[in-house]
């Protein structure tokens, strides 16, 4: 892929995922998820695990399991279609910043090198890097 398409591709990326950005800069935003929007919608235990041909420990189990983060992804799915309600998942940087941003700095710790990063990280003080909200272009002719 060359360097103008993956710039395209992460600019497409950052306009649809900006509303996942946005949730990804809460401390958990999906823990309890599953049981939150069960209560809401007044669906009861029973009702799912009879959708799901489980028995209602089993959906109380997989909301517990969604809580820590170890519930199956299909698994979610097929708790969520039981409800009306489809799983969406997206990926951010986890630092709250665009994939444009990211990339850009992934840019500069490679043509730096990861020792030239000084005391102050990737876009603080006491380093050559870019500010972190950076508008530079002057790298994007670089293939990241």
């Known amino acids: 892929m060359v360097a103008i398409d993956r710039k395209l591709l992460r600019k497409k990326l950052d306009r649809e995922m900006r509303f996942y950005r946005l949730a990804g800069r809460e ?3 999906t823990t309890g998820l599953s049981r939150a929007v069960r209560q809401a919608l007044k669906v009861p235990l029973k009702e ?3 959708l ?8 109380f189990e ?28 997206g990926l951010v940087p986890a630092n709250g910043k665009t994939l444009e941003e990211l990339a850009e700095e992934r840019l500069w710790k490679s043509v730096l090198g990861s020792g030239a990063s000084g005391a102050g ?4 003080v006491g380093n050559d890097l870019p500010p972190e909200n950076s508008t530079s272009r002057s790298w994007s002719s670089l293939v990241i």
């Not at 820590?68 to 998942?89: D, N």
């Open 48 to 50: 799912i695990a009879g």
């Open 121 to 124: 990280g990737v876009g603080g």
């Open 62 to 89: 997989l909301e517990e399991r969604e809580e820590t983060g170890s519930i199956m992804l299909r698994s979610l799915g097929r708790m969520a279609e039981a409800m009306g309600c489809k799983v969406v998942y």
């Open 27 to 29: 401390k958990d935003p």
């Open 52 to 59: 799901m041909e489980i028995g209602e420990s089993n959906v």
